[in-house]
């Protein structure tokens, strides 16, 4: 599949019907019931795709994936706005990433918490992992702004599948904070942000330190929203995302501390 092409994901939730009466007083009557359908979701999403240099001449190599959700400004049917922030910039200005980057894009008036949108994430990083030699072990996400909502959120969605996430002036749902402290995090956020208050992510790690998990937190004192320009530009960034992997979650000996 191309950097422009398109994927289809056919969710299919079943299950099975029965009653049972439950007598309530005043000969009131409940009954439990359980639903049996077939609902079909359809999504698709259009994205750019990043190879690192060494793809094509190492075929025996599996690399690690990151995930990139760009802000509310990038929505659309334009794919070149999502060239304008991140990694994508960066690969499209000429800067070499070891790792593959795959860049979706949210179509317009739409938000990366939706339920369609968080589907056609998982999707797209399940289509890559059957057409590319992605290493299932190190898959990142990050995101900024609108795309920061969407990496706390995805990262919840399926916590088992982020080797490290790494969300950029956003927030998320504290009591989400369970699920995500195993995964390596660092958050970035501008300490003057007049759009998506600092306070946003302060919650977010304040709830995943309280819940018992580690998270790297930086804040650059004089940004206003715009962190990700600073965060995406640190090569410290991109070399702590490498040290991170699903096995030394799972052998913790063996891996670095986030």
């Not at 399940?126 to 969407?150: A, K, N, Q």
């Amino acid at each position: 599949m191309n950097a422009m092409g398109k994927l289809r994901l056919w969710l299919v939730l079943m299950g099975t019907a029965q009653g049972l009466a439950l007598d309530l007083a005043k000969g009131s009557e409940m009954k439990a019931m359980k639903l049996d359908r077939t609902e079909t979701i359809h999504v698709e999403c259009r994205y750019w795709l990043g190879l690192p240099p060494g793809y094509d001449t190492e075929p025996n190599r599996r690399w690690p994936l990151l995930v990139f959700l760009h802000g509310a400004g990038e929505r659309g049917e334009d794919l070149k706005l999502v060239l304008k922030h991140g990694p994508p910039k960066l690969i499209a200005a000429g800067r070499t990433l070891p790792m593959i980057v795959a860049a979706p894009q949210c179509p317009a008036g739409e938000w990366w918490e939706n339920t369609r949108e968080i589907l056609a994430v998982r999707a797209l990083v399940d289509e890559l992992l059957h057409t590319l030699r992605v290493d299932p072990d190190r898959i990142y996400l990050t995101g900024l702004s609108m795309g920061g909502y969407g990496t706390w959120r995805l990262a919840a969605e399926y916590p088992e599948l982020w080797a490290a996430i790494v969300p950029i002036c956003g927030g998320g749902r504290w009591f989400h904070a369970d699920r995500l402290r195993h995964i390596p995090t660092w958050v970035f956020h501008g300490a003057k942000d007049p759009v998506v208050p600092l306070r946003e992510s302060e919650v977010m790690v304040e709830a995943i330190r309280k819940a018992g998990g580690t998270v790297r937190f930086t804040v650059f004192p004089e940004a206003g929203h715009d962190a990700w320009t600073a965060a995406y530009d640190d090569p410290a960034l991109y070399d702590w995302l490498l040290q991170q992997s699903r096995s030394m979650r799972l052998h913790p000996s063996t891996g670095s501390t986030p």
